[in-house]
């Protein structure tokens, strides 16, 4: 974590940053190639506020297509309208103009298209299933698309140990339903399940709804196989659980969202699935007591706590009234979900409902509700996991993914609240509370400079201030890139980019992306 001084520090680094490649920034290309190719208001005005410009790689040629078109037949796509999909990320945001996308089977045609373009200089957008929040999905300008949506194998499951191999492009949903077959589970579970891609959430280090009870991906993935930069596969797929040969490799490629190798394969360790799960949807009425609720449940139910969630009565007022769901518990300023998991239905109901009694009378809890079936149990995630859809409905979003001390979480979004007053349609907070991992919304009718102006960078000095993070589990992408500096510190992210220089030195694999570019950081 960057201490206060170097945050200083770096905060008048990103100033001069901005200043000097601004500047450089307007008087070349980019702005007029992204309007010329019809990208969206805010990609524009990103590159311009971050000086984002296309960097000087090849530009895609009629023998580049025909070259792919011989490698895989039929897996290349090229029209204007198939392409459109690809070229924009989930919550339309930020919108690139590739013209190609290319759909490999294997790890050879990876390596053979990644040989390929490392020849060519042309920069390449790894995707999964571009569920996305932070732009690192989707290219910026040209990059060609490498999309995993055919590498789609289960390769091995071995009910011993609990390890599961597959291809990158595996939906995690379809593994999910896979493994429940065998009685067991992925230790990974989020909103976006039924279209993202497991290679996608390692390479983002994916966090979810389950961390708390499974932990994190940097734990649970046990091997990968990575294709590098200049095409050469590099098989770290082990599925060992101990392994103390050298340098843990795959550690680096988890979380390095695609600019450091693209993922093919990744073995994965699976828990048991638990035989009996619970859920209880309680109401809070103030967040000192979200919080008591959590140290006490997590005192009185122990092991068998698998995920406490929250959310405040703004995101129930906007799911209810946009996904026309209906909570069962109403009249709160906040929400929580405790879910338990597992072996003995009759024990853990037990448990749960003796915490529930304690909660109840000592005011923790004012009212709520206790899901024991599939049906109600999903019906009451619901609520939880739609709220990023429900958002999206009231007009631009402003997103924010905070890692924070717990006791600090929701302090946050009253400043914000305050700071910026009528502006703002909806400043909500909601999330992983079990993981310290706050999710700050904001929307406005439509994207406006100015409001951007008023969030940020105040959002990302208030997070430093109590040496949070600026992002917990969505990633830097293409629009935090440049705020690296005030979650570490100076040499950490000099090393970073020597790391991206010694695998990718000519940086084609997910440019823009990540780490503010050796190019802006050499005019500081
Ligand atoms: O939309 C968001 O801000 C959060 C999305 C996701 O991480 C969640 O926890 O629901
Ligand atoms: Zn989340």
């Known amino acids: 974590m960057a201490s206060t001084a170097l945050w200083s520090r770096g905060a008048a680094w990103l100033r001069s940053c901005r200043g000097t490649a601004l500047q ?6 980019a702005p007029g190639v992204l309007r010329g190719r019809g990208c969206c208001r805010e990609v524009v005005a990103t590159c311009e506020r971050y000086a984002v410009r296309r960097l000087p790689f090849a530009r895609l040629a009629d023998g580049d297509v025909a070259f792919f078109e011989r490698l895989m037949p039929g897996r290349v796509v090229t029209g204007e309208e198939e392409v459109k999909p690809f070229n924009v990320d989930w919550l339309k945001s930020v919108r690139g103009c590739s ?27 790894p995707q999964g299933g571009n569920t996305g929040l932070v732009g690192g999905s989707v290219p910026v300008f040209d990059e060609i698309i490498l999309s995993t949506a055919l590498m789609n194998q289960i390769i091995s499951f071995d009910k011993v140990s609990g390890i599961l191999v597959c291809q990158a492009g595996c939906v995690l949903e379809r593994l999910n339903e896979y493994l429940e077959e065998q009685g067991f589970i992925m230790p990974l579970d989020l909103g976006a399940k039924g279209s993202c891609h497991i290679g996608g959430n390692v390479a983002t280090n994916a966090g979810g709804l389950r961390l708390l009870r499974y932990g994190s991906l940097r734990g649970t993935v046990l091997g990968l196989e990575v294709v590098q930069a200049d095409g050469s596969a590099l098989d770290c797929l082990t599925s060992l659980r101990k392994d103390n040969t050298g340098y843990d490799l795959k550690q680096l490629f988890i979380g ?21 799960v619970n859920l209880a949807f309680l109401g809070c009425q103030s967040f000192a007591k979200v919080l008591e609720t959590f140290t006490t449940c997590r005192a009185m139910l122990g092991e068998i706590l698998s995920a406490y969630e929250f959310m405040d009565e703004k995101c129930m007022e906007l799911v209810e009234r946009h996904l026309k769901l209906s909570s069962p518990v109403t009249d709160s300023p906040f929400y929580v979900l405790i879910e338990t998991s597992g072996s003995n239905s009759t024990h853990d109901e037990e448990k749960l409902n003796n915490f529930l009694e304690q909660a109840m009378a000592s005011g923790l809890v004012t009212d709520g509700t206790v899901a024991t079936d599939d049906k109600k149990i999903k019906m009451l995630w619901s609520l ?15 997103k924010y993914d905070i890692s924070l001390p717990v006791g600090k979480l929701y302090d946050l979004v009253t400043d914000m609240r305050a700071r910026l007053g009528q502006s703002a349609k909806n400043v909500v907070g909601y999330g992983h509370l079990g993981d310290g991992n706050l999710h700050l919304n904001i929307t406005a009718e439509s994207y406006s400079h100015s409001l951007l102006d008023a969030i940020e960078p105040f959002v990302y000095e208030w997070t430093a ?15 935090k890139k440049q705020f690296i500096q005030y979650s570490k510190p100076r040499e950490a992210v000099v090393l970073m980019q020597q790391f ?12 823009y992306k990540t780490l503010p570019s050796a190019l802006e950081s050499s005019t500081c």
């Open 24 to 29: 450089r920034g307007r008087s070349r290309e």
């Open 384 to 398: 939880r996991e739609r709220i990023t859809e429900a958002l999206t409905h009231e007009g631009y979003v402003y």
């Open 256 to 276: 390095s969202e695609g600019t450091l190798g693209v993922i093919t394969a990744v073995s994965i360790l699976c828990p048991q699935k638990p035989k009996a």
């Open 500 to 511: 991206k220089a010694m695998l990718d030195p000519k940086g084609i694999l997910n440019p």
């Open 465 to 479: 201030r109590y040496s949070g993070s600026i992002s917990a589990e969505h990633g830097l992408g293409f629009k």
């Open 99 to 125: 013209q190609l996308v290319l759909k490999p089977q294997t790890t050879a045609e990876v390596s053979q298209i990644l040989r390929y373009c490392h020849e060519r200089n042309l920069a390449v957008n």
